[in-house]
């Protein structure tokens, strides 16, 4: 698949099957219609048979043939600045290891660590940016990326510069500092003292080099309990940063209340939520993000409550959570499949999980639907009927991306 950008801010593409997704699954599917994007933003949408859009200035026009155009994709869960792999880890849980067990003979998370503790900054960056040209390729505009692989100032600092750096670069970058991972070597049984630490004095330090949008924590079993972990996102609260969980992946931890006063623009995982956490999440606008390619590779057997949040109108967003332990995926379009197939999403379920939910889960309202003043963000795929997006695996039928006006075209027959 070989990659050409027509370098422009300004498009109007013609013949276009507009998707929207709508927060609840449903697909709004308009034929034969126009979207003009201008400096950036989409500044103009024509239904079939209306007039011609009026234009006082030169734009490129493309015929999309009828194609199926959606809002860009948005992949709101992301560990994708690291160095090295865990392959060997994969070996052992296919032989028989929990994650668990992985994670108290010194694998897991911290193995990750002291690789991009090692890594230099330009190393670190080359990695990521390889990932995330890949992942481009499967429809995403919006990427949000987390740090936690570094766990001291120095590493995160170096983590959330490369985030900054690789904003722009093709896709634009969400950057969360995860500071509270898991508890790193150095704090062997001193959570308190570690919390307090990442409170008072990493956290200021990162705002003070805007280096962070928004702040994460790992509260399960294996990494921090709902009250370690308050002290933490009630300083970043103070600091006015958006708050997000991983939250009851590997247990019941019966805490979502506890964050509740918080007001939590996420959480994510979930496969262990119980009804309780729906009911409280369902009073506020928490959004419940799934990572069934993470569930697919730990082959774990309890899933998300998708029925429960579903009756409760909680939205679900969708992510790879890509990482090099537990999902080491890159494709947007494999964990919309994955959503179907092992959380029963429906396809429209899927779609709105990685557009207009995504960006909610994000906290951000300038992208994940088609609307005049939304950003010029769009996919184009070579597709009759939106359904074929959860449908193939291994196969991206994208055409080209649009990303704020400039037109990144995909010729597949190279590939």
Same mark, same amino acid.
């Given at each position: 698949?070989?990659?050409?950008?027509?370098?422009?801010?300004?498009?109007?593409?013609? /013949?276009?099957?507009?998707?929207?997704?709508?927060?609840?699954? @449903?697909? =709004?599917?308009?034929?034969?219609?126009?979207?003009?994007?201008?400096?950036?933003?989409?500044? &103009?949408?024509? !239904?079939?048979?209306?007039?011609?859009?009026?234009?006082?200035?030169?734009?490129?026009?493309?015929?999309? &043939?009828?194609?199926?155009?959606?809002?860009?994709?948005?992949?709101?869960?992301?560990?994708?600045?690291?160095?090295?792999?865990?392959?060997?880890?994969?070996?052992?849980?296919?032989?028989?290891?929990?994650? !668990?067990?992985?994670?108290?003979?010194?694998?897991?998370?911290?193995?990750?660590?002291?690789?991009?503790?090692?890594?230099?900054? &330009?190393?670190?960056?080359?990695?990521? /940016?390889?990932?995330?040209? =890949?992942?481009?390729?499967?429809?995403?505009?919006?990427?949000?990326?987390?740090?936690?692989?570094?766990?001291?100032?120095?590493?995160?600092?170096?983590?959330?510069?490369?985030?900054?750096?690789? $904003?722009?670069?093709?896709?634009?970058?969400?950057?969360?500092?995860?500071?509270?991972?898991?508890?790193?070597?150095?704090?062997?049984?001193?959570? +308190?003292?570690?919390?307090?630490?990442?409170?008072?004095?990493?956290?200021?330090? %990162?705002?003070?080099?805007?280096?962070?949008?928004? +702040?994460?924590?790992?509260?399960?079993?294996?990494?921090?309990?709902?009250?370690?972990? %308050?002290?933490?996102?009630?300083?970043?609260?103070?600091?006015?940063?958006?708050?997000?969980?991983?939250?009851? !992946?590997?247990?019941?931890?019966?805490?979502?209340?506890?964050?509740?006063? *918080?007001?939590?623009?996420? +959480?994510?995982?979930?496969?262990?939520?119980?009804?309780? @956490?729906?009911?409280?999440?369902?009073?506020?606008?928490?959004?419940?993000?799934? +990572?069934?390619?993470?569930?697919?590779?730990?082959? !774990?057997?309890?899933?998300?409550?998708?029925?429960?949040?579903?009756?409760?109108?909680?939205?679900?967003?969708?992510?790879?959570?890509?990482?090099?332990?537990?999902?080491?995926?890159?494709?947007?379009? *494999?964990?919309?499949?994955?959503?179907?197939? %092992?959380?029963?999403?429906?396809?429209?379920?899927? *779609?709105?999980?990685?557009?207009?939910?995504?960006?909610?889960?994000?906290?951000?309202?300038?992208?994940?639907?088609?609307?005049?003043?939304?950003?010029? $963000? %769009?996919?184009?795929?070579?597709?009759?009927?939106?359904?074929?997006?959860?449908?193939?695996?291994?196969?991206?039928?994208?055409?080209? =991306?649009?990303?704020?006006?400039?037109?990144?075209?995909?010729?597949?027959?190279?590939?």
């Amino acid at each position: 698949m070989s990659l050409s950008s027509y370098g422009c801010s300004d498009v109007l593409l013609t /013949n276009v099957k507009i998707v929207n997704p709508s927060t609840d699954g @449903s697909l =709004r599917v308009g034929e034969g219609e126009t979207i003009l994007v201008i400096d950036g933003l989409i500044s &103009e949408i024509r !239904q079939k048979g209306s007039r011609r859009v009026q234009r006082d200035r030169d734009v490129t026009v493309i015929d999309v &043939e009828g194609r199926c155009v959606t809002p860009g994709l948005i992949d709101c869960h992301t560990h994708l600045i690291y160095a090295g792999n865990r392959a060997s880890e994969f070996a052992d849980r296919v032989g028989g290891k929990s994650y !668990q067990q992985i994670l108290e003979n010194g694998g897991g998370i911290l193995s990750t660590v002291n690789d991009t503790r090692r890594a230099s900054t &330009e190393r670190l960056f080359e990695l990521a /940016n390889a990932r995330l040209r =890949r992942m481009t390729r499967y429809g995403l505009t919006t990427v949000e990326v987390k740090s936690g692989y570094g766990l001291d100032l120095e590493t995160e600092v170096k983590m959330l510069k490369v985030a900054r750096l690789l $904003d722009g670069t093709g896709a634009r970058v969400i950057s969360t500092f995860l500071g509270a991972h898991i508890l790193p070597r150095e704090f062997h049984d001193r959570k +308190v003292r570690y919390i307090n630490y990442l409170a008072k004095e990493v956290l200021p330090k %990162l705002i003070d080099m805007n280096l962070v949008d928004m +702040v994460d924590g790992f509260c399960d079993g294996a990494a921090f309990s709902a009250k370690e972990l %308050l002290p933490y996102f009630e300083a970043a609260k103070s600091m006015n940063l958006p708050i997000r969980v991983h939250l009851d !992946q590997l247990g019941d931890t019966d805490s979502f209340a506890m964050f509740s006063d *918080l007001a939590p623009i996420s +959480v994510d995982h979930l496969e262990y939520l119980n009804d309780r @956490s729906i009911e409280s999440m369902a009073r506020g606008s928490t959004v419940a993000v799934v +990572v069934p390619t993470a569930s697919y590779f730990l082959r !774990q057997q309890q899933k998300p409550p998708i029925e429960k949040l579903r009756y409760y109108g909680i939205p679900i967003a969708l992510a790879t959570d890509h990482n090099p332990g537990t999902s080491p995926v890159e494709s947007l379009l *494999l964990a919309m499949n994955m959503g179907c197939v %092992l959380f029963n999403l429906t396809p429209g379920e899927a *779609l709105s999980g990685v557009t207009i939910n995504a960006a909610r889960a994000l906290g951000i309202s300038d992208r994940g639907s088609i609307a005049c003043g939304m950003l010029g $963000d %769009l996919a184009i795929w070579d597709v009759a009927d939106p359904v074929e997006l959860s449908y193939y695996m291994g196969h991206s039928p994208l055409w080209a =991306r649009v990303v704020g006006g400039a037109v990144f075209r995909y010729d597949r027959t190279t590939c």
